[in-house]
Nanobody, 125 residues
C-alpha cells in the first residue's frame, strides 16, 4: 500500500478557506482510490469526499457538497481537498486515506488500508 502525509490544516474564521494536501509515497505506481475523512472530538470517523484513480468520479458527503472539492495529481502523487465557506461544524482532524482495492469506485466507509496521521482544522465563529 501507500504511505500518506497530510498538510494544510490550521485555524480559520467561519466563511474562510483552506486547502488540505496529502502526499503519497511507496507503492504509488499502482492505481489507488483516495478519500478524506474527518473526526471531531468524541465522534467516529466521518466520510467527507472520495475520488477514483482517474479522477473521473468523485463523491461528497451531503454537508460539504458545493463547498469542498477533492482533486488529485497522480504525476505528483498528491490528493487535495479545497474547503471553502468553512463553518464551525467543519472543525475536526482531517485524514487522508487510500486503498488499491478502491481505485475505480468511491468507498464511504473507513475501511481504507492506508491512512495519514491527520491534520487539525479549526473554524472559529
Amino acid at each position: 500500500q501507500v504511505q500518506l502525509v497530510e498538510s494544510g490544516g490550521g485555524l480559520v474564521q467561519a466563511g474562510g478557506s483552506l486547502r488540505l494536501s496529502c502526499a503519497a509515497s511507496g507503492r504509488t505506481d499502482s492505481p489507488y482510490g483516495a478519500a478524506w475523512f474527518r473526526q471531531a472530538p468524541g465522534k467516529d470517523y466521518k466520510f467527507v469526499a472520495g475520488i477514483t484513480w482517474s479522477g473521473g468520479h468523485t463523491y461528497y458527503e451531503d454537508s460539504v457538497k458545493g463547498r469542498f472539492t477533492i482533486s488529485r495529481d497522480n504525476a505528483k502523487n498528491m490528493v487535495y481537498l479545497q474547503m471553502n465557506s468553512l463553518k464551525p461544524e467543519d472543525t475536526a482532524v482531517y485524514y487522508c486515506a487510500a486503498d488499491r482495492a478502491y481505485a475505480t469506485f468511491v468507498v464511504t466507509s473507513p475501511t481504507y488500508a492506508s491512512w495519514g496521521q491527520g491534520t487539525q482544522v479549526t473554524v472559529s465563529s
